[in-house]
């Protein structure tokens, strides 16, 4: 089990567009963070394809990652990820390997098979619904367009065809662990808001991984809500943002990212007070040795390769110093002496 200092963190940002703000704002501010990203040391910067959501401002993730891969020097840039049944993969290939062909060695295709937004705007993104197992053989053949010579069926990506773009199965499901596993393909679980069955898909996906030209060996990366700030109190209220935005999702209401509140007492009921802690049980909240023993705990738990930090917060400069304070936990680590603690951390979602 590799221990904190040995594990990469890297970013998953949705540009949250916050109660009184503007997409606009909300693109800059993504711009700022990946640029603060690349500085402290994280290894890739993802952006997530999501429609129809008034409150996230990275739908068109192909462009964002572009203006992201611009803005900073050394950080992998890519998607967390495209959904695949939402485009021909032609296109994906061309627009990938137009960013590859830009940013050479720092572009990453996360793929997922959800539809990012409701039934009507599935629609609307894919005019003419076919089958809806046809995933595997889009994915087939747009990992073809990448190769040398092309799928083989006459069609060409240009930009596109011969570059090294690595491709990534992303889901929260077994679906899409046992098809990372029978392609030999790195694998990120979406427990930062669906962790349900986050330990038995990683196990699936290592039980039955095949080494692959792409990979020897099984690389799981898991989504975690990391919200560090000086107090544990601060950070809980910061936290708040999340906890409302997941209410109005589940309350069928997805709206702009709330300001923080002190307490989500009164705010939601017992059962939905429920569903949300079980959708955030994933999370890293708290002042820096806190958030410090819940990541150990994620860890150790899940055998993570890599783990991947989203923190929806309402402040842009709250939001960047909360991934500045994670970033040193890393460095910090490096420090510590491997003294076990006095008492077995606990890992929680507040």
């Keep these: 089990m590799k221990p904190l200092p040995q594990v990469p963190f890297s970013v998953l940002d949705l540009s949250p567009v916050r109660a009184g703000g503007t997409a606009g704002e909300s693109l800059r501010n993504t711009i700022d963070l990946a640029r603060h990203a690349d500085r402290l040391g994280y290894r890739r910067y993802w952006l997530a394809e999501h429609h129809g959501l008034p409150g996230v401002a990275s739908a068109a993730t192909a462009v964002v990652i572009g203006q992201v891969a611009a803005a900073t020097a050394r950080i992998r840039v890519g998607s967390g990820g495209v959904m695949l049944p939402n485009h021909p993969p032609l296109v994906i290939a061309e627009q990938f390997g137009t960013l590859a062909a830009l940013f050479p060695g720092r572009v990453d295709l996360g793929i997922g098979r959800a539809p990012g ?57 077994d679906f899409s662990a046992r098809l990372a596993a029978r392609l030999g393909l790195p694998f990120a679980f979406a427990s930062h808001f669906a962790p349900d069955y986050l330990h038995e898909a990683l196990a699936l996906y290592r039980r039955e991984f095949e080494p692959s030209a792409a990979l020897a060996e099984p690389y799981a990366m898991v989504g975690v809500n990391v919200v560090v700030a000086a107090t544990d109190a601060e950070a809980r209220k910061l936290f708040t943002s999340v906890q409302q935005a997941f209410l109005n999702l589940i309350r069928g209401a997805p709206g702009l990212l709330p300001p923080p509140v ?45 783990l991947i930090l989203t923190a929806q917060v309402y402040d842009h400069a709250a939001r960047v110093r909360s991934f500045e304070l994670a970033a040193a936990l890393r460095a910090d680590a490096h420090r510590t002496t491997a003294a076990p603690p006095a008492a077995a951390p606990v890992a929680s979602s507040v």
């Design 117 to 173: 937004g409701d039934h009507r705007t599935a629609r609307a993104l894919r005019r003419h619904f076919g089958p809806a197992d046809n995933f595997t053989q889009d994915l087939e053949e747009l990992r073809g367009y990448f190769r040398p010579g092309g799928p083989g069926n006459g069609v060409h990506a240009v930009p596109g065809e011969g570059l090294d773009v690595p491709v990534w199965l992303l889901g929260s499901s």
């Design 262 to 306: 002190e307490s989500m007492d009164g705010r939601w009921n017992p059962i939905e007070r429920a569903h949300v802690d079980r959708m955030t049980v994933c999370s890293a909240v708290g002042a820096p040795a806190a958030v410090r023993r819940a990541l150990d705990v994620i860890t150790e738990s899940t055998g993570a390769d890599e």
